[in-house]
């Protein structure tokens, strides 16, 4: 909750220097019955324009359910769940896909494994596009922050649900359906806003979401700065207005913690990992070629760009090494497993088969897309190590899904990966690294050299203990 009042703190700061503190004091109480009159209003609007609400009835908020990611297990799974413990409820999934039922389960199937009967009732969503963060070059967070609104809005105007579960973390729909009567639950994967993505603003990094224009600009810095904070008070209002606030990791519930307009803490739940299948394949590897193996949608934040770089760093120093246990770095092949959503994922993967060419690795680097639970359980199997180079990624369930097939995991040290995943296990002979937490390219391109030279035994230790 600090982080997310540090603006409105500042600005009554601001207004004390400046009216003093009785114009200062008459200030607070007129923006307080603003507000106030504002969600009386709103109320009222909800009542007036939205449909009545239907007792027992969950509600699922998932615009992309029929993605491959995280949230999308997440929004299967808690699905099945429903039907399972209240097999007389009524499910509606709130979704921009243009599937009907009967293809989004065959999708959940394929994709993840999981078994939902059809009884349940999809709302397509036709403005679906107002949360790309391409549509906004400028402002990104606040235009998808106003788009979700309205695309929550469209939700609720075909139904209103006892029972309103955001499976995706579009925190600006809660207001909206806190105040039409529905009782809000909240499972966050990602905060909008992050002391991280603060920081690094402030100290003017470049990343996928600060543009170089911006990180070398002082200016420019200030005003995202100050932008950030006044979304980040919004946002954290906007979380307040939920009955129940679920996070997938601690990472997620610490920021959380900071930003919502909760006295609650959030409840750490950690998403569902189907790992059994993945838990019964054997640890020793029987291969007929070394390959490492990355799971993640092709989006920008997944940074692939610095796995195949890290990859032909590696290939670079075996060719200049004359020790011939590098000829198995050489030997090797990285094969990128994830999903495209639409253009814009087509797109960027375009990019990547090309930048993979650039590096002189379009004989040893595979993209594999769109493949199903079989296909993925089979890559695993033959995988000795598995890359993951997302910065402040929420959890990481693909990680998880590499431990138990005994892929040994090569992860950024950031996020969910370091606060709750990689981490030393307790053995008999002591305590066993479970993988390699790396930062730059020259820490992933030594990781994956170690992990691709590798002793049998050595490696066998680490699958042993990241199995645990």
Known sequence: MLLSLAAPVAILVL?????????????????????????????????????????GVFGFFHPFANGGGG?????????????????EAKVIIFSGDGLSAQQLLESAASNFNITVTDRFQVIQL???????????????????????????????????????VDTTGWAFTYPLARLAGCKVVAYTHYPMVS????????????????????????????????????????????GGFANVSIVNS?????????????????????PPCNTLTLQQLPLDRKLKRLYLVSVAQFRPEKNHRLQ??????????????????????????????????GPDDQSRLTQLQSYSQALGLHDCVEFCINVPFD??????????????????????ISIVEYMAAGVVPIVHDSGGPRADIV????????????????????????????VLCMDQQDRLKIAAAARQ
């Open 126 to 164: 036709h403005n679906r596009h107002l949360l790309l963060p391409e549509r906004y070059p400028r402002f990104t967070l606040l235009g998808q922050a106003l788009g979700s609104f309205r695309l929550g809005h469209e939700a609720l105007r075909n139904a209103v649900p006892e029972i309103f």
């Open 308 to 341: 195949l770089e890290a990859f032909a760093r590696a290939r670079q120093a075996a060719l200049q090494d004359p020790d011939s246990a590098e000829n198995a770095v050489l030997a090797a092949q990285l094969k990128l497993v994830g999903s495209c959503r």
């Open 195 to 238: 002391a991280n993505m603060l920081q690094r603003v402030m100290l003017r990094t470049s990343t996928y979401n600060n543009q170089l224009a911006v990180a070398k600009s002082g200016i420019r810095s200030l005003i995202k700065v100050v932008y950030y904070y006044v979304v980040a008070a919004i946002y954290g209002a906007a």
């Open 15 to 55: 207004s004390g220097l400046v009216l003093g503190p009785k114009l200062t004091f008459v200030a607070i109480l007129a923006s307080i019955g603003l507000v106030c009159t504002f969600v009386l209003l709103i109320h009222l609007w909800c009542t007036q324009q939205l449909p009545p609400k239907q007792q």
């Open 375 to 396: 296909e993925l359980t089979s890559l695993l199997a033959g995988a000795v190590g598995g890359l993951h180079t997302m910065l402040d990624e929420h959890f990481g």
């Open 250 to 270: 601690t990472w997620t519930a610490g920021h959380i913690r900071q930003l919502w307009w909760r006295w609650k803490a959030p409840t750490v739940v950690f």
């Open 423 to 450: 981490k030393p296990e307790r053995m008999r002979h002591g305590w066993q690294t479970t993988g390699y937490l790396c930062t730059t390219e020259e820490q992933y391109a030594d990781a994956i050299t170690e």
């Open 71 to 87: 949230g999308e297990r997440v929004l299967w799974c808690a699905v099945a769940a429903v039907q399972a413990v209240a097999p």
